[in-house]
C-alpha cells in the first residue's frame, strides 16, 4: 500500500492545480463528449467513455429486504471480465453498509482482476483486510481515506482518472454517525465528470461549506440518493451547490421496479430503478427524464 500512496502524495499538489484550472472554465472536454450510465441495483453504477470504465458500490449482498440485489447474470459477468463490465479501471465504495458493499465479493473480483484499485473509507478497507491474511497481495491496491466531515476533500489522480474525496454525513443523523460515508467525483480521461454521493445526509450547511471545492470542477451527471429529489432542501444541493447538468436518483427502494416512470413522475426527477437501465451521460446532457 506504500507505493500507492507515494504516488498519490507526489500527485496530489499537481492535480489540486488542476482541478482549480478546470473550474475556471476552461474546460478540456469536448462540446460532443459524453458517455453511458448503466443501473446494476441499488446505488450501484457502471460508467463508461471510451475505453474507461468505473464501478460505483458494485459488489455487495444484503438486500435488508427494501433493495434490488445485482441480478445473477450481471454478477457472473462482472467476475468474468464480459461486456459491458470487461476492462475495468477501478472500483469505487461509498461505505461499508451491506446494500453498498460485501467483502467477500469484492475480494473475489480483485483477486480475478490484478489491475484494478479500490477507493473507500477507512472501514471499507479494515472490512476487506479482516476477511483476508495481511500477506494478501490484494490489499496492497485498496486505497483508504479517513475523512471527516469538515475536512477539507482530498485530491488524487492514478492513470487516467482524476479523483476528488469528500466526506459527508450518511442519512440518519446520530444513529449513523459512526459511518464513514465518502462521495467521488471522478473525471474520466480528462473529459467527462460523474459523482456518486453514496447515502448522503441532506446538510445545506456542510454542502455549502464545501463550495469553493465543488466549483473547483464542473460536474456533468451527479447520482444521488432519491431523497434529494423533490426534497425543497435536496433540490437546493443539487441545483445550487452541486450544479450538475445531470442528475440520476439511485437507492431506489425495490417496490419501483417495474414502475420506475412512475416513480420519476411523483418525485419530479430522472431515477434508475431497474436494473440494467442505462443513460447517455456527459456533457451535453441536461437534467429531465429518462433518456
Do not use: C
Not at 500512496?5 to 499538489?13: D, G
Not at 492545480?17 to 457502471?46: D, F, I, K, Q
Not at 467477500?104 to 473509507?121: E, I, M
Not at 435536496?234 to 445550487?240: A, C, F, N, V
Amino acid at each position: 500500500m506504500f507505493e500507492i500512496w507515494l504516488e498519490i502524495v507526489l500527485t496530489r499538489m499537481a492535480w489540486i492545480m488542476v482541478a482549480l484550472v478546470l473550474g475556471s472554465g476552461e474546460r478540456v472536454w469536448g462540446h460532443e463528449t459524453a458517455g453511458a450510465a448503466r443501473y446494476l441495483g441499488n446505488e450501484g453504477v457502471l460508467v463508461t467513455l471510451g475505453d474507461v470504465k468505473v464501478l460505483f458500490d458494485a459488489f455487495y449482498a444484503d438486500s435488508y429486504g427494501s433493495y434490488v440485489l445485482v441480478s445473477e447474470s450481471d454478477r457472473e459477468k462482472l467476475m468474468n471480465d464480459k461486456p459491458p463490465f470487461d476492462g475495468i479501471d477501478a472500483i469505487f465504495v461509498s461505505h461499508a453498509h451491506g446494500d453498498h458493499f460485501t467483502a467477500a465479493p469484492t475480494l473475489a473480483y480483485l483477486r480475478l482482476h490484478p489491475d484494478v484499485r479500490l477507493f473507500g473509507s477507512w472501514q471499507v478497507a479494515d472490512s476487506l483486510a479482516a476477511a483476508t491474511n495481511s500477506d494478501d497481495p490484494v490489499l496492497k491496491r485498496i486505497v483508504p481515506f479517513e475523512l471527516q466531515p469538515g475536512d477539507t476533500p482530498e485530491v488524487v489522480q492514478i492513470e487516467n482518472l482524476l479523483i476528488d474525496v469528500f466526506a459527508i454525513p450518511h442519512v440518519g443523523g446520530a444513529r449513523m454517525a459512526a459511518v464513514s460515508n465518502l462521495v467521488f467525483r471522478v473525471t474520466l480521461d480528462g473529459l467527462s465528470t460523474v459523482m456518486h454521493l453514496g447515502d448522503s445526509e441532506i446538510d445545506n450547511v456542510l454542502f455549502a461549506a464545501l463550495q469553493l471545492h465543488w466549483d473547483a470542477r464542473h460536474t456533468h451527471v451527479a447520482f444521488s440518493p432519491y431523497w434529494f429529489i423533490g426534497n425543497e432542501a435536496g433540490e437546493r444541493i443539487l441545483t445550487d451547490n452541486l450544479k450538475a447538468d445531470q442528475v440520476i436518483g439511485i437507492h431506489v427502494p425495490a417496490e419501483s421496479v417495474g414502475n420506475g416512470d412512475g416513480w420519476r413522475n411523483r418525485l419530479g426527477g430522472d431515477l434508475f430503478t431497474d436494473p440494467g437501465e442505462s443513460r447517455a451521460v456527459g456533457h451535453g446532457h441536461v437534467r429531465g427524464g429518462a433518456r
